[in-house]
């Protein structure tokens, strides 16, 4: 099922926002609380949080406890993307989640 969203070009994620979003994430200390401050730092674009189980693309980039995939929603439908420019959302998928 895909899920129908409008966008608008000035949320995308763009090269300089995942640098920063990056160098979070790839603090020592990231942990689940990292979802919070970035929501709040980045309230434009969307956000997910999930168990990395629930993922099955590759990731956009791998850090210590989340795979990051970007979100495309340009064309109405959501759909996992590898690339920046198409990216208007965020999936951490968390690897140390508790079952």
């Not at 850090?63 to 965020?90: E, K, M, N, W």
Request: glycine letters at 2%; aromatic letters at 6%; hydrophobic letters at 35%.
């Amino acid at each position: 099922m895909k899920l129908h969203t409008r966008h608008r070009a000035s949320e995308k994620t763009g090269l300089s926002k995942l640098l920063e979003i990056e160098q979070a994430l790839s603090a020592p200390d990231a942990d689940a609380r990292i979802v919070a401050q970035l929501r709040s730092r980045f309230p434009y674009l969307s956000w997910t949080r999930c168990d990395a189980s629930d993922v099955t693309e590759e990731p956009f980039r791998t850090y210590s406890r989340f795979d990051v995939h970007l979100v495309d929603r340009t064309d109405h439908c959501v759909q996992i993307t590898a690339d920046p420019a198409r990216a208007t959302g965020i999936v951490l998928a968390d690897r140390n989640a508790a079952p």
